[in-house]
């Protein structure tokens, strides 16, 4: 999830508010699919992906294009109405209580050795890295993936050699969301979750995305699996509730001293 | 200029005399959240750092003077020692983002990590009432900051939303002021004038988050209860930084005018929408508000009227 966030952040230093509750949608969406058309989560995510990715398009095209070149300060603001918007249209539209996919996956489990593994959690595991593998190779070895981490690397440079910088941003948005979108279906049968999820989520994304680096895809990785540990241990050791208490304080330690991120390459 | 605040000032002195339980109710927290949006726009439109962290401050000074109270003393005295204590707290996060110079989105992200931190601990400390808050009893006593008629809270809110204008007016006119809109404008350029960048900041974010204790202990003395999630969640910080946005930041009238759009229209829908089961509309309509202000009109509303009202 994080992997979409730094995307987004790092192609256009547009930082997005509006990422958990994005994910949120694509929760959601799945959702609907489930209970609507007894679809798998599982099978659905490549369309709830692609729903966001035209959302994203759209918000991009729409909302933030205009006002690329102004201050960071005036886009954080506008994601935030972003996000306060998806948040509370999801609000109207699904109710406020709790939803859950039901995946006949997520009761499976696996007995390996002394060991019990929840099949969905394995499911999304090996997606997700799928994924970030794709991703990986998307930006490093084909053309349009190289276009855009030239145009992140230096504006002016990527237009100097003719790109058509403005739809290389809207595709990546694009992708950012639905990575997003990808990872909300995905966890959707194992994380119970309801509108207002959406802001724990864009904030536990950026704890993820500030620890392991701005703009850089192994970061997102590793900060993602080094937050969840940290709280797992939080939880382990204190009481659960204070679980979050590491993963922020973890994020002020990394903004003082490394704000550019355990594998971020340049100062901020 | 002047005769139209003085006159806004006599309208609003006498508006309750008139006024029904539930407007004077509205009031009051039209009030309340322009004293807050002020006491941000001091740092956040002024200086130009954005905190979006600022429901700690209201925490902190709302729990200090509800403990302080359980033990005996006033909250009249309670408010200051809470103010004081909100600006310890502020003076601590401004000091780190700005000696390790932390700029735009990573300061943000500083001042929305303190304050969820603090959120998680007055969650989890029982000392404090844990996650189910402090319950304040009601006596009904001008003495402890209790009154019976809301009135009481009207003019107190209006006091407290003067009195934080004031400290921004008299910052504006100042040096100080001048240099806090030099550092919003170019931080880099203040630098190489010779201007002292950091110790300003730190001492606008000082002002600002004591403004902000303050407004704790009249959120906690009007509620007669403090929830974490209430007063340290991220909602709550958005509410403030929110007004002075649409309004305009960096002016004075500028958060005072976005509370005057934003608290009723919030309110309204909130009552209008809730009752039919429909929740979460006003922040909605909150969004489309930010998105259009920030599309539109970048400066706020308060610019764009004075533009609108000077052409002839």
Same mark, same amino acid.
């Given at each position: ?13 547009? *930082? ?26 599982y ?6 992906? $692609?729903?966001l ?22 886009q ?6 972003? $996000? ?8 109207? !539209?699904?109710?406020?209580?709790? $939803? ?11 007995? *390996?050795?002394?060991? /019990?593994?929840?099949? !969905? ?8 890295? *799928?994924?970030?593998? !794709?991703?990986?190779?998307?930006? /490093?070895? %084909? ?5 855009i981490?030239?145009?992140?690397d ?8 003719? %790109?058509? *910088?403005?739809?290389?941003? $809207? %595709? ?31 904030? %536990? ?10 703009g ?19 939880a ?12 922020f ?20 | ?47 130009g ?14 729990y #200090?003077?509800? +403990? ?5 003393? @006033? ?11 909100a ?33 998680i601990?007055? @969650? ?12 304040? #009893?009601? #006596? ?15 003019? =107190?809110?209006?006091a407290?939303? +003067? ?14 002021? =001048?240099?806090? @809109? ?5 931080e ?30 009249f ?5 007669f209860? +403090? ?18 946005? =649409?309004?305009?930041?960096? @002016? ?9 759009? +934003? ?17 979460g ?8 508000l930010?998105i259009?202000?920030v ?17 002839p």
């Open positions: 999830m994080a992997v979409g966030l730094t995307l987004i952040f790092g192609v256009m230093r547009v *930082v997005n508010f509006a990422h958990g509750d994005m994910m949120v949608w694509g929760m959601y969406l799945a959702f609907l699919f489930a209970t609507r058309l007894g679809v798998d989560p099978l659905s995510f490549p369309v709830c992906a $692609a729903a990715f035209l959302l994203g398009v759209v918000v991009q095209r729409g909302l933030v294009d205009p006002i690329i070149e102004a201050p960071h300060e005036m954080i603001l506008l994601m935030l109405g972003v $996000a306060l918007v998806l948040e509370n249209v999801a609000l109207l !539209a699904f109710g406020p209580e709790p $939803a859950r996919v039901r995946s006949p996956l997520a009761r499976l489990t696996w007995d *390996v050795g002394p060991l /019990y593994v929840d099949v !969905a959690r394995l499911v999304t595991f090996v997606v997700a890295i *799928v994924l970030t593998l !794709a991703l990986w190779l998307f930006l /490093y070895r %084909t053309d349009l993936g190289r276009l981490r030239a145009s992140a230096n504006h002016y440079g990527a237009l100097v050699i003719g %790109t058509d *910088v403005r739809r290389i941003y $809207a %595709t990546a948005f694009g992708i950012g969301a639905a990575c997003v979108g990808a990872a909300g279906a995905l966890v959707s049968p194992i994380l119970p979750f309801q509108p207002p999820t959406g802001l724990s989520l864009s904030v %536990t994304s950026f704890n993820i995305v500030i620890i392991g680096g701005m850089s895809l192994v970061g997102a990785f590793i900060g993602g699996l080094l937050v969840s540990v940290a709280e797992s241990l939080g382990v050791f204190l009481r659960p509730s204070l679980k979050e208490l590491f993963s304080s973890l994020l002020i330690v990394i903004l003082l001293f490394r704000p550019a991120g355990l594998f971020g390459k340049r100062q901020p | 200029m002047k005769w139209a605040m003085a006159v806004a000032l006599a309208v609003l002195l006498a508006l309750p005399a008139v006024l029904s339980g539930y407007a004077v109710t509205i009031f009051v927290l039209i009030f309340f959240y322009a004293f807050l949006s002020q006491a941000w726009n001091i740092v956040g439109g002024y200086a750092q954005l905190s979006a962290g600022h429901a700690a401050f209201v925490g902190v000074g709302g #200090t003077a509800a +403990l302080l109270f359980e033990r005996g003393i @006033t909250p009249w005295i309670g408010m200051f020692v809470g103010g004081a204590l600006a310890v707290l502020g003076a601590i996060v401004g000091y780190l983002g700005f000696r390790f110079g932390l700029r735009g989105f990573y300061f943000v992200l500083l001042t929305v990590a303190f304050a969820e931190i603090c959120r601990l007055a @969650t989890n400390v029982d000392a404090v009432g844990g996650a189910v808050g402090l319950y304040i #009893t009601f #006596t009904g006593d001008p003495r402890q900051f209790q009154f019976q008629d809301q009135r009481a809270y009207y003019y =107190i809110a209006l407290l939303m +003067l009195l934080a204008t004031g400290v921004a007016a008299l910052i504006e006119r100042r040096r100080f002021g =001048i240099y806090l @809109t030099a550092i919003r404008e170019d880099t350029a203040c630098e190489a004038l010779g201007v002292d960048v950091f110790r300003y900041k730190l001492l606008a974010m000082v002002v600002s988050s004591f403004l902000a204790g303050l407004g704790g202990t959120y906690a003395f009007q509620n209860s +403090l929830q974490p999630g209430a007063v340290f969640g991220i909602p709550l910080s958005v509410e403030i930084v929110i007004r002075p946005i =649409i309004g305009g930041a960096g @002016t004075l009238l500028g958060p005072i005018l976005g509370s005057f759009i +934003l608290t009723p229209l919030g309110e309204v829908s909130r009552s209008y929408f809730g009752q039919s089961g429909l929740h509309a006003h922040l909605i309509v909150y969004g489309v930010l259009s202000v599309l539109f009109m970048p400066q706020g509303a308060y610019p764009f009227l004075r533009r609108l009202l000077k052409r």
